[in-house]
Structures are given as C-alpha cells and as structure tokens.
C-alpha cells in the first residue's frame, strides 16, 4: 500500500489517492482520513492477527530478483491499482523483509508512519 501511494503521488494519479483516501474513510470510520491512516490502520490488523513475516515463508533467503520475476508472471499483481515493475518489487521487498537476505537489522522506511487517532475497533 505504502508503495502504491509513493508511486500514485509521483505519477499524479489523484484517481488511485481518492481511493486510498475513501479506504481510510471507511476503514477507520472517520471522515477526516489522511490516506496514511489507511496504512496505519492496515499495520495494526496485522500486528492484531500476528501473521507470520516473509522470512518464516523463506522469502527473505530467496533471491529477491526470482521473486520479483515470478511475481511478474503472477494474475494477481495485475490487479494491483499502479504498475509495477521487478525493481519495484525488490524495493518493496527490501522494505518489509526483516532479515533483508544479508541477516542485517530491520531498516523499513517508515516515512508513512502516522498516529492513529481513533480506533473503532474493540479489543478482547
């Protein structure tokens, strides 16, 4: 998500960033979103469902570049609302693999970090 609104913002597609923004809307109950707050949002669920990162799936020690490869092959990533490209993939994999292959410590990009302000979902 977080690289589809970089790209959406660079190639001015205020069309993909009005969805985004709709998204956040309705994730987060709010009228005033900020498109972030839909990423933040998403963060949390995922944090909340505790699913298990890429490395455990053995991704983070695949070449990045074979991954990205497949994934091009793949139906689904037509679907995805900005193009993207291999190199875009490794990017986005370099991104949110924990290990990022050489066992080096977690350095994600969180420019798009926002505080959540209003959670309207309950816990326990």
Known sequence: ?????????RAGRSDVLNRYR?????LT???D????DSIQWVNMIL???ALPQLSEFGV??????????????????KGNPIPLTE?????ILNQVCQ???????????????VEYRNNPIETD
Do not use: H, P
């Not at 979103?33 to 972030?36: Q, R, T």
């Not at 190199?87 to 990017?91: A, G, V």
């Open 1 to 9: 998500m977080m690289e589809n609104i970089k790209a959406a913002k």
């Open 99 to 113: 290990c990022n292959c050489d066992g080096s410590a977690d350095n994600r990009d969180d420019s798009m970090q």
């Open 60 to 77: 983070c020690g695949t070449s990045f570049e074979q991954v990205a490869a497949d994934a091009m092959k793949s139906m689904a990533i």
């Open 87 to 91: 190199d875009r993939l490794i990017y």
């Open 22 to 26: 709709t998204m956040a809307q309705i």
């Open 47 to 49: 944090e909340r469902l």
């Open 33 to 36: 979103a900020s498109i972030e």
């Open 29 to 31: 109950g709010r009228n």
